[in-house]
C-alpha cells in the first residue's frame, strides 16, 4: 500500500501545529504589547516603557558583545519565588512588557553577578559605573568579575591638564605619573546602557507589591522554611 499521502499529511500536520503553537499563538498573546500609559498618582501620565536613546542602544550592543549576560540576568521574579526584591534587585517582579524595546532579550540565566534590571535606578553614578568596569576592584574590592581595560585608553596628560572625563583614580590602580585613564566611547555607549536599566515604574499586570503583600510573602516563606529546617 502506498503510504505516501498519509505520511505527508502526518509531517504536515507536525509542522502546522508547532507553527501554531510556538510562533501564532505566543504572537498572539505577547505580539501586540504596547507601552503603558497610566496615571500616577500626582495626576501624571507616564509613559513606560520608552525606547532607549541612541547611546544606550549601542551600549546593548556592547553589552551583548563583551558577555555580560553570560554572568548576569535581566529579570526579577516575583514575590515569594525567591528573594529577588528582597535583595533589591527590582522593586517588583518583571513582565513581558518591560522588554518590548530590547532586540534581543538579555534575560540572562546565570547569577555569577546582580541582575541588573534595575541597576540604573540602584546605582546612577557615571563614574562608578566606569571605575567598575576599568577595574572592579576599585569599587568592589574582591570581587570575580573581569576588568574591562580596552574599554579604556591610557595616554599622557595633555599641555591644558587633565582631560575632564578622565577617572579619578587613586593609590595602586592609578595611572602612571604624567598620564591618565580616558573612557573610550564604547565605555560611555556601556554606561549608558546600564543606567538605562530601569524597571521600577508599575504595569497594571506587575504593581509595586505593597508593603503588607510583602511582609506576608516573607512570613509565609518563613512558615514554609521552619519544617524543612527543622
Ligand atoms: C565572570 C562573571 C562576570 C562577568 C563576565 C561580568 N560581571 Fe559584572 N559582576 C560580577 C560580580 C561577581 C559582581 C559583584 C561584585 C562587583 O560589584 O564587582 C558584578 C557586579 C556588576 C555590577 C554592579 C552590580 C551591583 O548591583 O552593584 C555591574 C553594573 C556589572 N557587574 C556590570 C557588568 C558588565 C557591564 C559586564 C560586561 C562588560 C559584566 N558585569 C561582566 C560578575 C561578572
Given at each position: ?40 498618582a ?64 538579555m ?25 567598575h ?21 591610557v ?11 578622565a ?64
Open positions: 500500500m502506498n503510504y505516501g499521502p498519509l505520511l505527508f499529511l502526518g509531517i504536515l500536520f507536525t509542522l502546522a501545529s508547532s507553527w501554531v503553537g510556538l510562533v501564532l499563538m505566543p504572537n498572539r498573546q505577547l505580539g501586540g504589547l504596547t507601552p503603558d500609559t497610566s496615571t500616577n500626582a495626576g501624571v501620565v507616564v509613559v513606560y516603557p520608552q525606547a532607549r536613546p541612541g547611546e544606550a542602544q549601542q551600549g546593548a550592543e556592547i553589552y551583548r558583545s563583551l558577555g555580560c549576560v553570560y554572568c548576569h540576568s535581566q529579570q526579577v521574579r516575583p514575590e515569594g519565588f525567591g528573594s529577588d526584591i528582597e535583595r533589591g534587585w527590582g522593586k517588583r517582579r518583571t513582565v513581558s512588557r518591560d522588554y518590548i524595546y530590547d532586540k534581543p532579550v534575560l540572562g540565566t546565570s547569577r555569577t553577578g546582580p541582575d541588573l534590571t534595575n541597576i540604573g535606578e540602584r546605582q546612577p553614578s557615571v563614574e562608578w559605573h566606569l571605575s568596569l576599568y577595574n572592579p576592584q576599585i569599587t568592589s574590592k574582591g570581587s570575580v568579575m573581569p576588568p574591562y581595560p580596552f574599554l579604556f585608553e595616554r599622557p596628560v595633555g599641555a591644558r591638564g587633565p582631560s575632564a572625563d577617572l579619578k583614580l587613586s593609590g595602586e590602580h592609578a595611572a602612571p605619573a604624567g598620564f591618565e585613564v580616558v573612557p573610550t566611547a564604547a565605555a560611555k555607549q556601556l554606561v549608558a546602557y546600564l543606567r538605562s536599566l530601569k524597571t521600577s515604574s508599575p504595569l497594571p499586570e506587575a504593581p509595586l507589591p505593597r508593603k503588607g503583600e510583602s511582609d506576608d510573602a516573607k512570613s509565609s516563606a518563613t512558615a514554609t522554611n521552619t519544617p524543612a529546617s527543622k
